[in-house]
């Protein structure tokens, strides 16, 4: 062998060694982003959950008070009941939606009723879900932002190439139906 | 981003070892000091010198885990309750949620000036705190700027070194300070006590002055340390936490009419959202410790990420 061989081999080597610890970096990067997105999705799973604890209570008062509006408040327990045993991210943004727009029309309702509306639990039990509502909203956006990140670096070069060796797919977003629940639009980035 | 939280924790490193460097510069002056007074062989220099390297490590040690607690009993903060104000909880739990950070600590300054600071070591020890006068005058949506804006001090690590800085350069100022008045009492009550009276006076002054000349020095420092990007970097962020920049902007336009904090000091300046020293401003030497754009500038950027220009 001449020098000029091992010079080769070497510079050879050395580039080889140099895309292995690239591919580390980038492999380890995506997985990193990929728990970031998992823990998006559980502080939004918190949210949700401390509504669901909230909506049978809120049901029993309002059946206090209301006791002719059965199928308002069934609507309401069916819809709290589809989101818990929903399981993709789809099912589950499908089914909050709906808890979002049979809650409102629950709300709607309490107007007849003033002696409801006077009553301190209930417009306690208000505040706490208006409270979590926000909180929900915070979540979904956080999440999203994570997912549009992980989603991007794994479409983009060289992340793709990494996305179909190991099986990484993209998720989805939580995202909102009706045009009404949407905050208004006022900055676009 | 992260380029800039490791240079916020470089600059950290930087600060502690120039503190441990100075101390033990001021040990072995005085070990020095004491050898030529006395006149024993010159074993307090180096006695000294390793006392204050030993004594200044464990200073900054402790500043690391103790300096937000140092930051908030300095300005007078004070933790307020759920129940005492469940509204501002809301925006915060919410905010942070948003921005992806554990709740902080929520402090209150008893004050009837618009002003906010965060502080703590990491986003898991993070703490906001603002004055009474900013929760009572501002609506929801311009406290939500407000709390967005320190949220992105707390993620981007400004907190730390704000924090630090605080800690170990207010300590060095107040050491030369003692230092300096010695030297000028000490000086005098020593004159034609000795023989060598005269020239030990003539040293005594030169090493006032050279301290003397530190303290706008330190002031260069913190100016050096803490780039005024961080505040358009923070606002800039923050709006992405809200979604709403005229919140902050409005925010702030509000708060610039009436930023004093009385318990704001020049150690603490920088931390606060806007110069706390607000119409004090102009007085000549807080000119020199000025570390915040003018408002005038972060409300007109602001006002183009309103309009979706974008920065």
Do not use: C
Request: cysteine-free; hydrophobic content about 45%.
């Amino acid at each position: 062998m001449t020098i000029g061989v091992i010079v080769v081999i070497a510079v050879i080597l050395g580039i080889a060694l140099i895309l292995v610890l690239i591919s580390i970096g980038l492999y380890n990067s995506i997985i990193s982003l990929r728990n970031k997105v998992d823990n998006a999705w559980h502080q939004i799973d918190v949210q949700l959950r401390k509504r669901y604890d909230l909506i049978p209570n809120l049901v029993e008062t309002v059946k206090g008070y209301a006791k002719h509006e059965r199928e308002t408040l069934e609507k309401v327990i069916n819809a709290r009941n589809m989101g818990i045993d929903a399981k993709t991210v789809k099912d589950q943004a499908k089914a909050e939606n709906m808890i979002t727009s049979t809650l409102k029309s629950l709300f709607a309702l309490s107007e007849n009723y003033p002696n409801l509306k006077a009553d301190q639990h209930f417009s306690r039990l208000m505040e706490q879900l208006n409270g979590i509502e926000s909180n929900i909203a915070y979540a979904r956006q956080f999440y999203n932002d994570m997912v549009m990140r992980f989603n991007t670096m794994i479409q983009t070069f060289p992340g793709n190439v990494f996305a179909r060796m190991f099986h990484f797919s993209e998720r989805d977003y939580f995202e909102i139906e009706e045009m009404e629940a949407r905050e208004p639009v006022k900055v676009s980035f | 981003m992260y380029e800039y939280i490791a240079k916020n924790r470089a600059k950290t490193v930087v600060i502690i070892i120039g503190f441990v460097v100075f101390i033990t510069i001021v040990g072995f002056a005085l070990g020095y000091y004491v050898d030529y007074r006395y006149g024993i062989n010159s074993n307090f220099s180096i006695l000294f010198m390793v006392a204050a390297l030993i004594i200044s490590i464990i200073v900054s040690f402790s500043s690391y885990y103790y300096s937000d607690r140092i930051v908030l009993g300095l300005t007078g903060a004070r933790p307020i309750s759920r129940e005492e104000n469940p509204r501002v909880y809301y925006m915060v739990e919410g905010l942070s949620i948003a921005a992806g950070l554990p709740v902080p600590g929520i402090y209150m300054i008893e004050d009837s000036g618009l002003n906010a600071f965060a502080t703590g070591r990491n986003p898991q020890h993070g703490v906001v705190v603002f004055t009474r006068g900013l929760l009572e005058n501002l609506n929801d949506e311009e406290i939500k700027g407000v709390i967005s804006h320190e949220l992105s001090h707390i993620k981007n690590y400004d907190i730390l070194l704000g924090t630090i800085i605080v800690v170990l350069v207010g300590m060095i100022s107040i050491i030369s300070n003692i230092i300096l008045r010695s030297f000028i009492f000490g000086g005098r009550r020593r004159t034609g006590r000795t023989a060598g009276g005269g020239a030990l006076s003539i040293i005594f002054l030169l090493l006032g002055l050279a301290l003397l000349i530190l303290s706008p020095i330190i002031a260069t420092i913190i100016r050096l340390a803490i780039s005024r990007n961080r505040e358009f970097l923070a606002d800039s962020t923050g709006a992405m936490i809200s979604r709403y920049p005229a919140g902050l902007a409005n925010a702030l336009r509000k708060i610039s009419q009436h930023s004093d904090v009385r318990t704001a000091s020049n150690a603490t300046a920088h931390l606060f959202i806007a110069n706390p020293f607000g119409n004090r401003a102009k007085a000549a030497f807080s000119n020199l410790f000025n570390t915040h754009p003018p408002t005038e500038e972060r409300i007109r950027r602001l006002e183009r990420m309103s309009l979706g220009v974008g920065i």
